[in-house]
């Protein structure tokens, strides 16, 4: 499974990346929303998690323009509540995360 990664904070997203390629999948990993919107222009995924506190445009923000624009599955990842602003078809993935729900996580997303 193609998996986009968008998390502003390099040292996560490299962990990101890693532990999801550990779990058999292929992640690809951009530190903006403006750099994930660029990414989705030249390639195709199958599931993008996205932190919500990103610099610029918001992960919120990021995930309703994607969901908007394709079909692809939207999880939005955050250390805080859930907010009442996430879309009810945008997944929600609370920090911090284990691998084991994060494989959860992964697993739902490929099943669909």
């Not at 919107?37 to 610029?56: V, W």
């Not at 969901?67 to 907010?83: C, I, K, N």
């Not at 911090?96 to 490929?110: K, T, V």
Request: net charge negative.
């Amino acid at each position: 499974m193609q998996v986009l990664l968008v998390e502003d904070n390099v040292d996560a997203l490299e962990g990101l990346v890693e532990m999801t390629g550990f779990l058999g999948h292929e992640a690809h990993g951009c530190t903006s929303a403006e750099n994930a919107l660029a990414m989705l222009q030249t390639r195709s995924f199958d599931l993008m998690i996205t932190d919500i506190g990103l610099p610029g445009i918001s992960g919120l923000e990021l995930a309703r323009r994607v969901r908007e624009l394709q079909s692809l599955e939207v999880t939005v990842a955050s250390g805080y509540a859930r907010d009442d602003d996430v879309p009810p078809d945008v997944g929600w993935l609370m920090k911090p995360f284990g691998i084991d729900e994060y494989a959860a996580l992964l697993d739902q997303a490929a099943a669909s």
